[in-house]
């Protein structure tokens, strides 16, 4: 199994631009997440989905968008980056009603 | 819903020494309780957790933790630490019977000096 992959590893973008951050994960799990990880923040929440068709809001969800068209995919799209989008995202992927979160490698973000 | 604190922002520490990070939550229901580590430049991975029955909890590379329901607390311990423990650690709450997605506290980073 590869868990959890996030692609790209890093980004570069100018502010105004759109992207998407994909994620995949190959353990038939239900739930899967999306989290921006900030200097002495710790990790906040975006995004997250119990199954496909299922999406939720987070803690910081604003400038974000996903969906959740298959079980193994949940790409994380920004719609007009902004500086304050600066970070490092991370997907999380876990087992209905089991709460250990496999992360992936995370995608390190920048906007300039 | 609930909330989680790490208390201890940086930690330096000398191999050897003994480390303790400090964890609380607030939520007065039954809580499942975890401890993440995150090695630098890598992902976070799972240390250990707590989801019922001995409150002292063993994880790996020689780490436990000990929920005190009194004290809404998890605290990390490890009693003689080694340089590649130097890592950020994360807290985690999960309400019982909740949505399954943790709370995370902040985190603590963890220098350990050869």
């Known amino acids: 199994n590869a868990g959890v992959t996030q692609t790209p590893k890093f980004q570069v973008l100018k502010t105004g631009q759109s992207m998407t951050l994909q994620c995949a994960q190959d353990?038939?799990?239900?739930?899967m997440s999306w989290y921006r990880q900030d200097p002495g923040m710790g990790l906040r929440l975006i995004h997250y989905?119990?199954?496909?068709?299922?999406?939720d809001q987070g803690e910081v969800p604003n400038g974000y968008n996903v969906s959740r068209s298959t079980t193994e995919d949940f790409p994380l799209r920004l719609l007009s980056a902004a500086p304050s989008q600066t970070s490092v995202y991370f997907c999380?992927?876990?087992?209905?009603?089991?709460?250990?979160?496999?992360f992936g490698p995370g995608t390190r973000l920048t906007v300039t | 819903a609930q909330s989680v604190s790490q208390h201890n922002h940086h930690v330096i520490l000398s191999e050897a020494a003994s480390l303790e990070l400090g964890c609380n939550y607030s939520?007065?229901?039954?809580?499942?309780l975890f401890w993440y580590v995150q090695y630098p430049g890598q992902h976070l991975q799972l240390l250990l957790k707590?989801?019922?029955?001995?409150?002292l909890v063993k994880g790996i590379k020689g780490f436990e933790a000990e929920f005190i329901k009194s004290k809404f607390s998890f605290n990390l311990r490890k009693p003689s630490v080694q340089w590649s423990d130097t890592a950020e650690y994360f807290c985690?709450?999960?309400?019982?019977?909740?949505?399954?997605?943790?709370?995370f506290g902040r985190g603590t980073s963890l220098i350990v000096h050869p």
């Open positions: 353990m038939n799990h239900e739930y």
């Open positions: 985690a709450v999960n309400a019982e019977g909740g949505s399954y997605i943790p709370t």
């Open positions: 989905s119990v199954g496909a068709g299922i999406t």
């Open positions: 707590y989801f019922s029955g001995d409150p």
């Open positions: 999380a992927s876990s087992r209905l009603g089991e709460d250990e979160q496999y």
């Open positions: 939520y007065g229901g039954t809580v499942n």
